[in-house]
């Protein structure tokens, strides 16, 4: 069992910077592929970024320059530094820990935390 609790959402102006942090409990964090994900109200949860257990990085499109994901395995923690905030990057994220393939897709994720609210103003 994994358990992931996010931190470090807030309200922010665009054009500014947020730093989300995901703490894991459970030894064999370093084996996991750890995502996050963002989910606005009336959409889908859709992929923001993912780093694997061989450091392995991915990014959506959209944030893509403008966010970096990285890792401590040794404080079993993820992180993921938001830059250049923009209103559409209001939302709810979460992080998750999986071993799936498809790093993109939820369904390769097997435990979730509640989410931290990001809200970007205008």
């Known amino acids: 069992q994994v358990q992931l609790v996010e931190s470090g959402g807030g309200l922010v102006q665009a054009g500014g910077s947020l730093r989300l942090s995901c703490a894991a409990s459970?030894?064999?964090?370093?084996?996991?592929?750890m995502g996050w994900f963002r989910q606005a109200p009336g959409k889908e949860r859709e992929f923001v970024a993912a780093?694997?257990?061989?450091?392995?990085?991915y990014y959506a499109d959209s944030v893509k320059s403008r966010f970096t994901i990285s890792r401590d395995n040794a404080k079993n923690t993820v992180f993921l530094q938001m830059n250049s905030l923009e209103p559409e990057d209001t939302a709810v994220y979460s992080c998750?820990?999986?071993?799936?393939?498809?790093?993109?897709?939820?369904?390769?994720?097997?435990?979730w935390g509640q989410g931290t609210q990001v809200t970007v103003s205008s």
């Open positions: 998750a820990a999986g071993v799936g393939l498809y790093y993109t897709k939820p369904n390769s994720y097997n435990y």
């Open positions: 459970g030894r064999t964090f370093s084996s996991y592929t």
């Open positions: 780093i694997n257990w061989s450091g392995s990085i």
